[in-house]
């Protein structure tokens, strides 16, 4: 069986320090992390891909809700470790730029969880 192992982040984003074994997530509460963190991506913020992100195009206007939500799913599909994806609902306002989102995530560590609370970018908005 595969396992996972990941530095914990703060609710700010920032990696948890000095926690000895707690500050470590591993196996579904790894994925889960690794997931948010690729669900709150901005386009241009990752130093090695600057055209990988999904914040701008789930907030913004210029895609359908259906196409939306396949981008949704196709981010969380194509994460290591995840092998489906199940009770999808989404939802976004392009006027406030938040998307809320919940879903059950089949992974090879078992089913996750996965939602959001109404999220807004942590960079002022033009």
């Known amino acids: 069986m595969a396992e996972l192992l990941v530095r914990a982040v703060t609710s700010s984003g920032e990696p948890e ?13 790894a994925l889960a992390q690794l997931l948010r963190t690729r669900l709150s991506l901005f386009v241009g913020e990752f130093w090695a891909s600057k055209a990988d992100g999904l914040w701008d195009p789930l907030t913004g206007g210029n895609l359908s809700p259906e196409q939306k939500v396949l981008l949704l799913q196709q981010r969380i599909l194509s994460t290591p470790y995840v092998t489906g994806i199940s009770n999808l609902d989404f939802s976004s306002n392009p006027t406030t730029r938040q ?6 995530v089949e992974s090879q560590f078992g089913r ?3 939602s959001n609370a109404p999220s807004t970018p942590s960079q002022q908005l033009p």
Do not use: H, K, M, V
């Open 99 to 104: 998307f809320t989102f919940s879903c059950t």
């Open 112 to 114: 996750i969880q996965l």
């Open 17 to 29: 320090w000095g926690n000895s074994q707690a500050g470590w997530l591993e196996n579904s509460d």
